[in-house]
Nanobody, 124 residues
């Protein structure tokens, strides 16, 4: 079956960095667009970043542009999110998601597969 397993979350001070990873199995990874979403307590799940199946195209939420970088390694079936200059408002559970390659999608309901999430906490 399809599995997306996130790792790399944790507690970090404001201004610090974290690198999240999401390892995929059960899908032909190189044919799927991948994305990161996040959900803070009491808030809706929101789009963070997306990378195309080839890695040739990326797209970011305005709130993270210039601070976060999404990348992927199709040999390792893994997508990454490098998060720099972290702010307390970045605190959330971060999820990776997959959808068969196509147009840019930022709506959670349009993604077919999801990981279980990893907690990121940024202290002030």
């Amino acid at each position: 079956q399809v599995q997306l397993v996130e790792s790399g979350g944790g507690l970090v001070q404001a201004g610090g960095s974290l690198r999240l990873s999401c390892a995929a199995s059960g899908i032909t990874f190189s044919t799927y667009d991948m994305a990161w979403f996040r959900q803070a307590p009491g808030k809706e799940r929101e789009f963070v970043a997306r990378i195309s199946w080839s890695g040739g195209s990326t797209y970011y939420a305005e709130s993270v542009k210039g601070r976060f970088t999404i990348s992927r390694d199709n040999e390792k079936n893994t997508v990454y999110l490098q998060m720099n200059s972290l702010k307390p408002e970045d605190t959330a559970v971060y999820y990776c998601a997959a959808v068969f390659r196509g147009t840019i999608k930022t709506t959670p309901g349009l993604y077919k597969y999801w990981g279980q999430g990893t907690q990121v906490t940024v202290s002030s």
